[in-house]
């Protein structure tokens, strides 16, 4: 389910997260050659992309606002 992005922030150890208009997070990471996201690395980009869409796993399962899935497994983590 396609969720707009309303802001973002930063993680623990630095990694660019957005805040979702669903009230989710999603990692918006700019790794290339697999994670080719340019805009993530200023503020006027991550400004930019403010209202675009981003596919939300997390409201496709149906789980509530504190729910997380681990990055590496994609798994149900609380």
């Known amino acids: 389910m396609k969720q707009p992005?309303?802001?973002?922030?930063?993680?623990?150890?630095?990694?660019?997260?957005?805040?979702?208009?669903?009230?989710?997070?999603?990692?918006v990471r700019h790794d290339p050659p697999w994670t080719n996201r340019p805009w993530v690395?200023?503020?006027?980009?991550?400004?930019s992309v403010l209202g675009r869409e981003l596919?939300?796993?997390?409201?496709?399962l149906g789980a509530p606002r504190d729910w997380h899935l681990d990055d590496e497994t994609q798994g149900a983590t609380r």
């Not at 200023?42 to 400004?47: A, H, I, K, V, W």
């Open 5 to 27: 992005i309303v802001g973002f922030h930063q993680d623990d150890v630095g990694d660019w997260v957005a805040e979702l208009a669903c009230g989710h997070q999603q990692h």
């Open 55 to 60: 596919e939300c796993r997390k409201c496709e």
């Open 41 to 47: 690395v200023s503020e006027d980009g991550r400004r």
